[in-house]
């Protein structure tokens, strides 16, 4: 996953498209699949194409890095999962959304949609002490769920990216400690991909071991989920528990305020919904057998990619933010002949920034009108469009545009790298 | 994926195990589930734990390296793939392999097992003419198969990582100058992850389109498969072909050499066979549509990481090549408590290591005997071996050991990362 790596839009095989996806009616994926980031195999299936995968390794890395932060190791957990650890927990004959299979030795399995029967028991063969506890692992995985509607582009898919992480606890207190600790990392990955200003932890339904759980909730129509937010003191409550808790849970107010909105994150205090299905013990400091509390917490890379799309856009394309955008600049040579003036210094220009460490992408291309060119750079949403032309080069000059504003100006060719590395974009 | 990340082992919540895994017939599988690289979820399936994740990762990006360096862009296609593409080109019905499946809204689908069907129409969509070839895609994905057998560990896996690189051509002249660049590009990655002393290209079965396929195998006892080598030309081939091929392609000598092996890798002419499944046509200079003639491309890397357990091992476990090892250098503090002087110098020592940007994994365990930290060194395999005592204090020294060599030596501290960067593994 190295991001360095230049490109040149001659050799970059996709192509922007005119035409509005067909079958495809979520404003993300519309806009994605036009400037060729991701492909739509089938309805919540889709591939990412290089544009695609890089802003999706961005994202991934951006959580790694967050998760090792708190102290979360990474692993990685199989997609079959054995039916019998599912019958473990009881959660085969009520969890709707498994994908079920068969093998030619007519082993049941499911396709992983979460991992707590996995993780769990693969814990226990490695835990004997409390002196083992806490820890807390994770990994960035393929998922699968039977999803029956999936029209929501990236947002909700029958196959999608996650990072799961799990953590263990020899007591409440612990979890309760680390559940604060992993609720402002997930703060952190937000304002890192630039959702953070309209992304309210939100009180959702516990389940049956906790009176709520916590939902990351990012404010935009495209949002599947209703919230009410509380925006005294930035919280906010899912409608599924709208009626037992109809106040704020800080300081009470019942005026909220509605909206649609995404759930990019969740945690959850498992406490002993697992461990107790799995037997999972750990010997105390006086030898006893206590059962071990653990917590998960949820977040989607290629969710995120698509609520960041839904968020940071205009009537002329995707306005990415600059730790997510697949390169930082988008240069164009504007020219129509290998030998051209403009294409001479552009090539030298693209190995300039390339050398000073800096993501390019090169439209390098001789065929293409300039007007096409601008349109397809707006469509991509690289944070800064650099134009080398003739007229640019009269005036020893390259023309920088932030993708977000209007204006262009004219910098000295000899001043633009020492400019795009003083900028903070 | 970050390699730098140092471990303390205090913090990594594996074990390592003296027992054999149950149900587990194959040596790599053996070994890297008691040195707590992998655990067994089910036949042919299995979790990467963090030390077997880092090796995984390490493999992947060298083959990412050398795809890149033949021009491979890289994409991520999905595992769930629907019926239709597989109907195209008649393999829903001929494919054992695969595993089938169904969504709530009934539509059927594979897990993917490899990707002509997804990639040939994703190809065929942004591809109109001429100029637009040669190019060449790859991923390095999750795959699924219906194995009937899957007794070898990770060297046949019903879930299992996989490279798969696909060319596509405007004539066979192209595809054929391609092929040999690919070829190349093979025996590259199998330098780099130290399987190319008993790697040998064979010839296998082409298929319907081509005379011959290519296999690459690796000499090792656990192979499945039989190939029949030609020690002067380097060259081998598979037995499913020796009857129509009993000599060698290039000699013509007779006297072949049997050796079970593990086919790490595999490439193919495809030419047309998908291309017209799909009607994959471009325009060519004149105007007129041609079909484009296609290659894949495929190698493992959770195969190639069982394979180098095969061939790299002693009676005490692993021994990694170093581009492979998940930690450089394995670094043991003998002593019990938190303030002996042994473990005072380890941390530092381990601080200094970390910050020369050297690879380590930390033994700071204080209640594990040396003779153990000793033997699970030995069994996990990090190419190089440092202990701090009190012994070797008395020195103001380090004791090194190379894992492949019986001799240690003492470094003196102030000299080690000296050394360590001097040293050519």
Redesign the interface.
């Known amino acids: 996953?190295?991001f360095a790596?230049p490109?040149r839009q001659s050799?970059?095989?996709?192509?922007v498209s005119r035409e509005l996806p067909k079958d495809e009616t979520s404003l993300n994926a519309q806009i994605l699949i036009r400037a060729?980031f991701i492909?739509k195999?089938?309805?919540g299936?889709?591939?990412?194409?290089?544009l695609?995968?890089r802003v999706?390794n961005k994202i991934s890395?951006i959580i790694?890095e967050e998760m090792?932060a708190i102290?979360g190791?990474?692993?990685?957990?199989?997609?079959?999962?054995?039916k019998d650890v599912w019958e473990t927990t009881g959660r085969w004959a009520t969890f709707?959304a498994l994908?079920?299979?068969q093998?030619?030795?007519e082993?049941e399995?499911a396709?992983g949609a979460t991992h707590e029967e996995?993780v769990t028991p693969?814990?226990k063969?490695?835990?004997f002490s409390y002196k083992?506890l806490p820890?807390a692992?994770y990994q960035i995985q393929?998922k699968?769920r039977?999803?029956?509607r999936a029209k929501a582009g990236l947002i909700r898919g029958?196959?999608f990216l996650m990072k799961d992480l799990y953590s263990f606890h020899a007591d409440e207190d612990d979890l309760n400690r680390y559940y604060k600790i992993a609720q402002k990392a997930y703060f952190r990955v937000f304002e890192r991909v630039g959702l953070l200003d309209r992304t309210y932890l939100t009180f959702a339904s516990g389940g049956a071991f906790s009176k709520y759980s916590h939902e990351f909730q990012t404010v935009t129509e495209a949002g599947e989920d209703l919230i009410y937010i509380c925006d005294d003191c930035q919280l906010a409550i899912n409608s599924e528990i709208i009626a037992d808790q109809p106040s704020c849970p800080s300081c009470e107010k019942t005026e909220l305020r509605q909206a649609k909105a995404v759930e990019v994150g969740n945690i959850f205090k498992l406490r002993s919904r697992f461990s107790d299905a799995f037997d999972f013990r750990y010997a105390d400091e006086q030898g006893e057998k206590k059962i071990v509390e653990m917590g998960c917490y949820g977040m989607g890379p290629s969710r995120i990619m698509g609520t960041a799309v839904e968020v940071h856009h205009d009537e002329r394309g995707i306005v990415w933010p600059a730790s997510i955008a697949p390169f930082r600049v988008h240069l164009l040579a504007l020219a129509q002949k290998e030998n051209d003036k403009a294409v001479l210094a552009a090539n030298q220009l693209y190995v300039e920034l390339v050398n000073a460490g800096i993501e390019t992408l090169y439209d390098d291309r001789l065929e293409t009108r300039a007007g096409e060119k601008f349109a397809e750079a707006d469509l991509i949403g690289c944070p800064i469009r650099l134009v080398v032309s003739d007229k640019t080069l009269k005036e020893k000059s390259v023309e920088m545009k932030k993708r977000g504003e209007a204006a262009a100006e004219l910098v000295r060719m000899d001043k633009i790298i020492g400019t795009l590395k003083s900028l903070n974009q």
Chains 1, 2 share one sequence.
């Open positions: 996953m190295r790596m490109m050799q970059l095989f996709t192509k060729g492909d195999l089938a309805a299936i889709y591939t990412y194409l290089p695609g995968l999706l890395n790694r090792e102290g190791v990474e692993l990685l957990m199989p997609g079959l999962t054995p709707d994908f079920r299979l093998s030619a030795d082993r399995y396709l996995v693969l814990a063969k490695h835990t083992e820890f692992v393929t699968f039977n999803e029956l029958r196959e």
